[in-house]
C-alpha cells in the first residue's frame, strides 16, 4: 500500500490534531455484561466486563485507529458509539451532547451523523433486497434527507463513488463478490453524508488484495466528504497505513495512544511492543534478525481481570506496585515535557524502564 499524504498542521506530543475541538469524545465509557445463574429464579452471580473504563478524543478528519486481540472490547465500543448496546456508565459526547441520554427524535438526528460499516459483507446487507433498497433505505428512515423523486438518483451517484456501476442498482447481494458488498455497505453508510464513520474490521473478512483497495477507497472517501473515521481491526500494517493516531486495548482499557509513528516506532507499554514484535516481516533476511517477544500465559478471563494492572499476569516488568495500584493513561513520568516520540499516554508503571525481557529469535 502508499502512504496516504496526512494534513501538516502541527500537532502536539500526544499525536492529537493541534488547535481543533473534538467531534466525538469518549469519557470513562463501560460495559459489563451480567452472568446469571439458574433457570426460574435468576440471579446475578458476576459481570463480564467487556469494557471498563475507556476514553478517547476523535477529531474532525482524523482516522483514530483501535487495535487488540480478540476479546478486548474493541467492537462492543463500536456499539456503544452507535447506541446498539446501552452503557452500564461514561459517556459518549457528540458535539458536546451525551447521545447516551438521548432517545427518541434526537437521538434519531445524532445517528444520522454518526454511521457504521460492519465487518462481514455477507451477513451486514439483507440478501432479500436489491442494491438500491439496500442503499436507499436510511431515506426512508430520513426521509428529510432526500426527497423520494431524487433517492433512485442519490444511489446510483453513491454507488459510482464507491467504484460500482450504477446499472448494477436492481441486483442483489449474492451477485457481488465480497470486497463489492463491503463497497456497498460503505455507500450505505455515506447515503445519509455522516460526519463520523465507526468501521469495525471492515476489511478483515475480505482477500488481502481486496483488502487494500477498500481501505484506499476509505481513504479517498474521507477526503472527499470530510470524514471522521474510528477504525477498529488486529491487523496492525492495515491500522498503521490508515490511521492518524492509534489507540491499542488490552481486556477492555486502552493501554496506549498515541501519534501512528509514535506507537510503531517508540511504544512503551509492554504490551503494544509484544504486539509489534509479532508482525510478520516479509523479508527473509530482516525476519531472521528480529527477535520476538514472548508472553506467558493466557488473557485473563473479563469475568474475573487481574487486580491493578490487567496485564501484569502476562508482564516481564510487573512488580508488587502493578498488583494494588492500576495504572493511569498518562505520559510517563520521564518523558513529560520532552516533546519526544515517547511522550505519548501509556498506562504502565514502568514505562519508561527497558529491562531484558524474554524473547525468541
Same mark, same amino acid.
Given at each position: 500500500?502508499?502512504?496516504?499524504?496526512?494534513?501538516?498542521?502541527?500537532?502536539?506530543?500526544?499525536?492529537?490534531?493541534?488547535?481543533?475541538?473534538?467531534?466525538?469524545?469518549?469519557?470513562?465509557?463501560?460495559?459489563?455484561?451480567?452472568?446469571?445463574?439458574?433457570i426460574?429464579f435468576?440471579?446475578?452471580?458476576?459481570?463480564?466486563?467487556?469494557?471498563?473504563?475507556?476514553?478517547?478524543?476523535?477529531? $474532525?478528519?482524523?482516522?483514530?485507529?483501535?487495535?487488540?486481540?480478540?476479546?478486548?472490547?474493541?467492537?462492543?465500543?463500536?456499539?456503544?458509539?452507535?447506541?446498539?448496546?446501552?452503557?452500564?456508565?461514561?459517556?459518549?459526547?457528540?458535539?458536546?451532547?451525551?447521545?447516551?441520554?438521548?432517545?427518541?427524535?434526537?437521538?434519531?438526528a445524532?445517528?444520522?451523523?454518526?454511521?457504521?460499516?460492519?465487518?462481514?459483507?455477507?451477513?451486514?446487507?439483507?440478501p432479500?433486497?436489491?442494491?438500491?433498497?439496500?442503499?436507499?433505505?436510511?431515506?426512508?428512515?430520513?426521509?428529510?434527507?432526500?426527497?423520494?423523486?431524487?433517492?433512485?438518483?442519490?444511489?446510483?451517484?453513491?454507488?459510482?463513488?464507491?467504484?460500482?456501476? $450504477?446499472?448494477y442498482?436492481?441486483?442483489?447481494?449474492?451477485?457481488?463478490?465480497?470486497?463489492?458488498?463491503?463497497?456497498?455497505?460503505?455507500?450505505?453508510?455515506?447515503?445519509?453524508?455522516?460526519?463520523v464513520?465507526?468501521?469495525?474490521?471492515?476489511?478483515?473478512?475480505?482477500?488481502?488484495?481486496?483488502?487494500?483497495?477498500?481501505?484506499?477507497?476509505?481513504?479517498?472517501?474521507?477526503?472527499?466528504?470530510?470524514?471522521?473515521?474510528?477504525?477498529?481491526?488486529?491487523?496492525?500494517?492495515?491500522?498503521?497505513?490508515?490511521?492518524?493516531?492509534?489507540?491499542?486495548?488490552?481486556?477492555?482499557?486502552?493501554?496506549?495512544?498515541?501519534?501512528?509513528?509514535?506507537?510503531?516506532?517508540?511504544?512503551?507499554?509492554?504490551?503494544?511492543?509484544?504486539?509489534?514484535?509479532?508482525?510478520?516481516?516479509?523479508?527473509?533476511?530482516?525476519?531472521?534478525?528480529?527477535?520476538?517477544?514472548?508472553?506467558?500465559?493466557?488473557?485473563?478471563?473479563?469475568?474475573?481481570?487481574?487486580?491493578?494492572?490487567?496485564?501484569?499476569?502476562?508482564?516481564?516488568?510487573?512488580?508488587?506496585?502493578?498488583?494494588?495500584?492500576?495504572?493511569?493513561?498518562?505520559?510517563?513520568?520521564?518523558?513529560?515535557?520532552?516533546?519526544g516520540?515517547?511522550?505519548?499516554?501509556?498506562?504502565?508503571?514502568?514505562?519508561?524502564?527497558?529491562?531484558?525481557?524474554?524473547?525468541?529469535?
Amino acid at each position: 500500500m502508499t502512504t496516504a499524504s496526512r494534513p501538516t498542521t502541527p500537532e502536539p506530543s500526544d499525536g492529537r490534531p493541534a488547535d481543533r475541538e473534538p467531534i466525538l469524545q469518549v469519557r470513562d465509557l463501560v460495559k459489563h455484561f451480567p452472568l446469571t445463574q439458574g433457570i426460574v429464579f435468576k440471579r446475578q452471580v458476576g459481570a463480564v466486563q467487556a469494557v471498563d473504563g475507556v476514553s478517547f478524543d476523535l477529531f $474532525p478528519g482524523e482516522t483514530l485507529g483501535i487495535v487488540g486481540e480478540s476479546g478486548c472490547g474493541k467492537s462492543t465500543v463500536a456499539k456503544l458509539l452507535m447506541n446498539l448496546e446501552e452503557p452500564t456508565s461514561g459517556e459518549i459526547l457528540y458535539r458536546g451532547e451525551d447521545i447516551t441520554k438521548l432517545s427518541g427524535r434526537a437521538l434519531k438526528a445524532v445517528r444520522r451523523n454518526i454511521q457504521m460499516v460492519f465487518q462481514d459483507p455477507y451477513t451486514s446487507l439483507n440478501p432479500r433486497m436489491t442494491v438500491g433498497d439496500i442503499i436507499g433505505e436510511p431515506y426512508e428512515i430520513h426521509p428529510e434527507v432526500a426527497p423520494k423523486g431524487d433517492r433512485r438518483k442519490r444511489v446510483q451517484e453513491l454507488l459510482d463513488v464507491v467504484g460500482l456501476n $450504477p446499472e448494477y442498482i436492481n441486483r442483489y447481494p449474492h451477485q457481488f463478490s465480497g470486497g463489492q458488498r463491503q463497497r456497498i455497505g460503505i455507500a450505505r453508510g455515506l447515503a445519509l453524508r455522516p460526519e463520523v464513520i465507526v468501521a469495525d474490521e471492515p476489511v478483515s473478512a475480505l482477500d488481502v488484495s481486496v483488502q487494500a483497495q477498500v481501505v484506499n477507497l476509505m481513504e479517498r472517501l474521507q477526503d472527499e466528504f470530510n470524514l471522521s473515521y474510528m477504525f477498529i481491526a488486529h491487523d496492525l500494517s492495515i491500522v498503521r497505513h490508515i490511521s492518524d493516531r492509534v489507540g491499542v486495548m488490552y481486556l477492555g482499557k486502552i493501554v496506549e495512544v498515541g501519534a501512528d509513528a509514535e506507537i510503531y516506532e517508540h511504544p512503551t507499554h509492554p504490551y503494544t511492543q509484544a504486539l509489534l514484535s509479532a508482525v510478520p516481516v516479509p523479508d527473509p533476511e530482516a525476519r531472521q534478525y528480529r527477535e520476538r517477544i514472548i508472553l506467558s500465559g493466557d488473557v485473563p478471563s473479563p469475568a474475573n481481570p487481574p487486580s491493578g494492572c490487567r496485564f501484569r499476569t502476562r508482564c516481564w516488568k510487573a512488580r508488587e506496585r502493578c498488583v494494588v495500584e492500576e495504572p493511569l493513561l498518562a505520559v510517563p513520568e520521564a518523558f513529560r515535557g520532552t516533546g519526544g516520540p515517547a511522550a505519548h499516554d501509556s498506562a504502565c508503571h514502568f514505562a519508561e524502564e527497558k529491562p531484558v525481557v524474554p524473547r525468541e529469535r
